[in-house]
């Protein structure tokens, strides 16, 4: 299933693993979001960063699956154009992950990658 946008191509999709554990964190209804953004550094040159978010800029890109939201602002959406917003539960722990097909090598905890 296609992720709902309020933009005519969306540029990120949201797993629906994703969705769900967002509203478990914030709650529906609550204007909660998770931003998405990408930032230099970490042992691959680039890394993901998620935090939970009430505003929102005009330029964000924001993204919807079954009541969950995600924003991304315009420079890190270069990065994450046709990446899916995911959520593991794996022997590494909980954590949100970016399945990122501009991603040339990534580390091994999937946290930091390169183009």
């Given amino acids: 299933m296609v992720a709902?946008?309020?933009?005519?191509?969306?540029?990120?999709?949201?797993?629906?693993r994703?969705?769900?554990?967002?509203?478990?964190l914030v709650g529906v209804g609550s204007g909660s979001a998770l931003r998405v953004s990408v930032k230099g550094g970490?042992?691959?040159?680039?890394?993901?960063?998620?935090?939970?978010?009430?505003?929102r800029s005009p330029a964000?890109?924001?993204?919807?699956?079954?009541g969950a939201t995600v924003i991304v602002d315009p420079v890190s959406l270069e990065m994450l154009r046709g990446a899916e917003v995911d959520f593991v539960d794996d022997l590494m722990g909980?954590?949100?992950?970016?399945?990122?097909?501009?991603?040339?090598?990534?580390?091994?905890?999937?946290v930091s990658f390169s183009l």
Avoid at 18 to 24: D, F, G, I, M
């Fill in 94 to 110: 909980q954590s949100f992950r970016v399945k990122n097909p501009n991603a040339r090598s990534s580390c091994g905890c999937g």
């Fill in 42 to 55: 970490g042992c691959s040159g680039f890394q993901y960063t998620f935090e939970i978010e009430q505003g």
């Fill in 18 to 24: 994703a969705a769900k554990r967002l509203l478990a």
């Fill in 4 to 16: 709902e946008s309020d933009t005519v191509a969306t540029p990120i999709t949201i797993s629906e």
């Fill in 60 to 66: 964000d890109q924001v993204v919807h699956r079954n």
